[in-house]
């Protein structure tokens, strides 16, 4: 077991939708981060949280939209998306305190599916 | 930029068989680590290597750091289909972020 949660664990959305993704972590952690992943391609950042401040937004549409809450919890909300935006999208929580460790640790992935 | 190149990108062989995953940059990492994924779930950390030169052992896998800590290769002693997977090097960059490679999809025929 991961302690990283998320839901939906599948989604299928029109192209003029809102929808959330939302992911929890049970591991004490101070960082949390949302990836996107597509076939053939690199794990893509989209958005990190350290100490529940958005500290990088990797370029992210405006279309994706994140909130932290408090340090456990991590939202992804959607809105107009389109097809491109299909793909696997991951949640993961680390605990960084100055190391260069960085060890990630991921939940099960929401599969996006735009219409 | 950093950049992390895996190779190969997908790798079929029969159960038994040994391999090795390679994970290669122009860029130095203080650390890297290693990722396998299975289909429908997120990656699951493996393994970190801090030290250029280090060697880690995991039952049949073998994760080796370069001595200049630019590249890690990952080798699996006679493979079984449970090893069947993608798998995943990601290499420590600035602001906790990670520098991740395209992964290598292995599967193992039984």
């Known amino acids: 077991e991961t302690g990283v949660t998320q839901t939906p664990r599948h989604l299928v959305m029109g192209m003029t939708n809102k929808k959330s993704l939302k992911c929890e972590q049970h591991?004490?952690?101070?960082?949390m981060y949302w990836y996107k992943q597509s076939a053939k391609k690199p794990l893509e950042l989209m958005f990190v949280y350290n100490f529940k401040e958005q500290t990088e937004n990797n370029s992210v549409p405006s279309r994706f939209s994140p909130e932290c809450p408090n340090s456990s919890h991590l939202f992804l909300h959607l809105h107009t998306l389109q097809p491109e935006d299909s793909a696997l999208y991951l949640c993961?929580?680390?605990?960084?305190?100055?190391?260069?460790?960085?060890?990630?640790?991921f939940g099960p992935g929401t599969r996006l599916t735009v219409t | 930029t950093q950049l992390l190149e895996q190779s190969p990108q997908f790798l079929s062989i029969q159960e038994g068989e040994n391999l090795t995953v390679y994970c290669n940059s122009s860029s130095v990492f203080s650390s890297l680590q290693w990722y396998r994924q299975e289909p429908g779930e997120g990656p699951v950390l493996l393994v970190t290597v801090v030290t250029g030169g280090e060697v880690k052992k995991l039952k049949r896998l073998t994760f080796q750091f370069g001595d200049a800590r630019k590249d890690s290769s990952l080798h699996i002693t006679a493979a079984q289909p449970g090893d069947t997977g993608l798998y995943l090097c990601?290499?420590?960059?600035?602001?906790?972020?990670?520098?991740w490679g395209a992964g290598t999809k292995l599967i193992i025929k039984p």
């Open positions: 990601a290499g420590a960059g600035s602001n906790y972020q990670l520098i």
């Open positions: 993961a929580s680390s605990q960084v305190s100055g190391g260069d460790l960085y060890e990630q640790y």
């Open positions: 591991l004490g952690h101070n960082a």
